[in-house]
């Protein structure tokens, strides 16, 4: 396919990826407030700094209050990260790939897209939920009609990358609200309170359910193993990382592990090095380094996979010159 | 036209009332005195309208309505989005859509049919002839210099020789109905001519949104095109070993009508490709992939003649594929449309259709055209000149309703400095007299009425002429408006031609 359609078509899904979870980030928040009571505890600050974009919030924003942070995650365009900026995006680049695409597709996205434009952010500041339900819900459907409707070539592959390594690196970021959000004392650690953060990651990553059923209680460590390590979690680290490596073999037609360009080395790399990884080191290592450890090395993947896919072209400047009306 | 007494009293003056629970009524449609597609100068539905306006009749108020807002939502969600020049990059708008159709008989149609095919096979055979022997001018029939100073007749294409000698596969030619009830050809449009996309997409959304108008009628299906289209590109290609790659070349999405390219791509199931994803390579077209570069064979081009290759045409043109046009040179890719066809597209060639037609086929001339006077001969041009408040100004190298003067409705100012630009360069102008467009119903908030409307049909020319039947019916939404084209607040209509 072409490299310029292929590049798209991955960065089309990253966003979308992208976009579902800030929307699971927010949940996570508001289900702690929810079980936790408002007011003071609250806690806001830290979800600006998992995405990265603390900086950018406080020059524009100062003290992150409830209402900022949401303005900031969710409508703000001038956020490159907020969902409506994920949207314009992947919709930008659906655009130019609607040939690629399933036309279904192209028309969900649309309406996804004119939903969360014309949503008035005031009218969601105190009640969000059913705003993200409606994001999660359009994005599950986006992935339905993927899934149910598009051949698996090589566009489909590279949507899967996409999605599974954004998936990778926000479920990681998920983790790291643990590390951001505070408890009032070091001995609360293990206690209710302690347990109901947990349990609001589990949630925001929609793996409370599948936790119980196979690890049974919540634990710190359990927790941690099953969103970095579980093998059939699909929103876990290491399932996100095995099964990106599956698509980029379909792509390149060689199998796992003996590719020789540079995105197969470096997802390789990556996800071998999860092979020989245990909770335990984890948490020796600590939690937050371990995660900040694993960004970076996802950043190398995605440069090498556009070192090897899409290379680097001259653009090509606007064109009004052409086709009559 | 039946309509219950009711509404009738409610009619209006101004600002019309219906009684909760009434029925769409008709009654107050005007025809102005301008031939109206829907019904006779007494008010009565043509024999082709008729079930349709018994249909628009027994609809409650506001469904119509409701029907129309269903379908512009739709049109948004579909994303059937054009950007509109001199508006900041992603700027869209969905084109107007219209929900009441336009209607065709088979009658009409079959006679359009006929004066398409022998219009665009007399024209084919002009250019083929222009930029080979020149017979036609040696011949005097059409004047050598008008052809030669044309802006779209291109010196590199001389000699040149598409498949099968056809050099215009893809035609969208403007008809209008004239008040006579007569259908004229107003633009034969031989380059990249845009729209084909809504004629499809406007059936789609017609369906969705209206689908009860269509009981009961035969309507002849559009959807085929995209198919039609597919098999006569790879109908012209170069010979392949397996079967033939072709792709669709856009300018890229600041374009007005890259939704149809990328419309067309996707139904055609091929690549929408940009310059920068093609190269010459070896002598021979390819694309860029990410398994490598991929010979190409046919492609679609959506960009003018001198921005396809910087090495032959415009050197600043960053839209095209250098070395190009060698390739093609070489018969080793096939360009639809072949460079040059412009040159056809002239409108002061255009005056003389006519005569190439007669000249070519031996035949008068089916579809007429609107009377042209052609500025470039002086005793025209003064009676342009002395008439100029009756006739309408047109450039000769423009399209898209772009420089137009309406003699009748402009004001004094305008004429004067129209006359000014006629003669510092009469070559480029040429005038026709103001026709009375034809109209059909359309929804203006609450009720219908009257807006001018044409037709462009699209023919595609490979193996054979293929007529889609229908077209694309534009519509100027503004009150007494004749400028169709979507840049000037046009709109479009879904087009029905019926089957006996």
């Given at each position: 396919m072409l490299s310029r359609v292929a590049n798209s078509i991955y960065w089309m899904s990253r966003y979308l990826e992208r976009a579902e979870n800030v929307a699971r980030f927010i949940e996570v928040n508001v289900n702690l407030t929810l079980d936790l009571g408002e007011g003071p505890g609250e806690q806001w600050g830290p979800l600006v700094a998992i995405t990265g974009d603390w900086d950018a919030f406080t020059k524009r924003y100062a003290q992150p209050t409830r209402d900022r942070v949401q303005r900031f995650l969710i409508f703000d365009l001038d956020n490159p990260n907020s969902i409506a900026s994920c949207l314009r995006n992947a919709r930008e680049n659906a655009r130019t790939t609607r040939e690629s695409l399933p036309a279904e597709f192209w028309e969900e996205l649309n309406k996804f897209y004119h939903i969360i434009r014309g949503t008035d952010p005031d009218s969601v500041s105190e009640q969000p939920h059913e705003l993200l339900e409606l994001i999660k819900n359009s994005r599950q459907l986006l992935l339905g009609i993927i899934d149910s409707s598009m051949s698996r070539g090589e566009a489909w592959h590279f949507a899967q990358m996409g999605q599974l390594l954004e998936r990778a690196d926000k479920t990681s970021r998920i983790l790291d609200v643990k590390y951001f959000i505070l408890l009032p004392s070091v001995s609360d650690i293990g206690s209710p309170l302690d347990l109901i953060q947990w349990s609001a990651l589990l949630k925001s990553a929609s793996a409370f359910q599948m936790y119980h059923r196979s690890r049974g209680r919540i634990t710190p460590k359990q927790v941690v193993d099953f969103l970095v390590?579980?093998?059939?979690?699909?929103?876990s680290m290491r399932f996100c990382l095995n099964h990106a490596e599956a698509s980029l073999s379909a792509i390149t037609g060689v199998p796992v592990g003996s590719g020789q360009t540079p995105a197969e080395k470096q997802l390789s790399n990556l996800g071998s090095q999860f092979d020989f990884t245990y909770v335990d080191d984890i948490i020796e290592e600590g939690l937050h380094e371990f995660i900040d450890r694993f960004q970076t090395r996802l950043n190398l993947v995605d440069d090498a996979i556009f070192e090897t896919f899409f290379a680097i072209r001259p653009l090509v400047g606007t064109a009004a010159a052409a086709d009559h009306g | 036209m039946s309509a219950p007494a009711s509404s009738r009293e409610n009619v209006w003056d101004g600002a019309r009332l219906f009684p909760p629970g009434a029925s769409m009524s008709l009654d107050s449609y005007q025809g102005d005195g301008f031939y109206d597609e829907m019904f006779e100068a007494d008010g009565t539905p043509r024999p082709r309208a008729r079930l349709l306006a018994q249909r628009l009749e027994s609809m409650p108020i506001g469904d119509l309505q409701r029907r129309q807002k269903a379908a512009d939502r739709t049109l948004l969600n579909m994303g059937i989005t054009f950007s509109v020049y001199g508006h900041s990059a992603g700027t869209e708008k969905v084109w107007p859509f219209d929900v009441i159709p336009r209607i065709v008989e088979a009658e009409d149609w079959r006679y359009i049919e006929r004066g398409l095919r022998q219009r665009i096979t007399a024209l084919n055979l002009f250019i083929d002839d222009v930029y080979h022997d020149g017979k036609i001018l040696r011949d005097g029939v059409v004047p050598r210099e008008l052809v030669h100073n044309?802006?779209?007749?291109?010196?590199?294409?001389?000699?040149l020789n598409p498949p099968n000698g056809v050099w215009c596969h893809i035609v969208g030619t403007d008809l209008v109905r004239n008040g006579d009830g007569r259908f004229y050809v107003l633009e034969d449009n031989l380059r990249c001519p845009s729209g084909v996309s809504y004629v499809i997409e406007n059936r789609e959304v017609m369906k969705r949104t209206f689908p009860q108008v269509f009981a009961g009628l035969r309507i002849l299906p559009v959807e085929d095109y995209p198919e039609r289209l597919l098999e006569m590109l790879q109908h012209v290609?170069?010979?392949?070993?397996g079967p033939p790659t072709v792709v669709v070349l856009t300018p890229g999405i600041y374009n007005s009508a890259y939704f149809e390219h990328s419309f067309l791509a996707q139904r055609m199931g091929v690549e929408l490709v940009e310059g920068s994803d093609l190269v010459v390579h070896e002598g021979f077209v390819c694309m860029r992939t990410t398994s490598g570069l991929q010979r190409v064979d046919v492609i679609y081009r959506r960009i003018d003649d001198t921005f396809l290759d910087p090495r032959t045409f415009r050197p600043d043109s960053a839209l095209g594929v250098p070395g190009l046009m060698d390739v093609y040179r070489a018969g080793r890719v096939a360009l639809a449309?072949?460079?040059?066809?412009?040159v056809a597209d002239d409108k002061a060639v255009y005056a003389y259709v006519p005569q190439i037609v007669r000249y070519y086929l031996g035949e008068d001339i089916?579809?007429?055209?609107?009377p042209t006077h052609v500025c470039w001969d002086p005793k025209q041009c003064d009676h342009v000149i002395a008439n100029i408040d009756q006739l309408v100004v047109k450039p000769t190298n423009e399209s898209g309703g772009y420089g137009i003067m309406i003699g009748p409705k402009a004001s004094a100012e305008e004429r004067a400095q129209c006359v000014a630009a006629i003669r510092a360069n009469p070559r480029n102008y040429i005038a026709q007299p103001m026709l009375a467009l034809s109209r059909v119903p359309t929804i203006v908030e609450d009720h219908l009425e009257g807006r001018h409307v044409d037709l462009r049909p699209y023919i595609l020319y490979g193996k054979e002429l293929f007529v889609l039947p229908g077209g694309l019916t534009r519509v100027a939404l503004r009150k007494g408006s004749l400028v169709v084209n979507s840049s000037q607040g046009g709109g479009s209509k879904d087009s029905w031609v019926l089957t006996e």
């Open positions: 390590l579980d093998r059939h979690f699909p929103r | 044309a802006a779209c007749f291109l010196e590199p294409c001389a000699g290609a170069p010979p392949t070993n449309n072949a460079p040059g066809t412009g089916i579809l007429e055209n609107v």
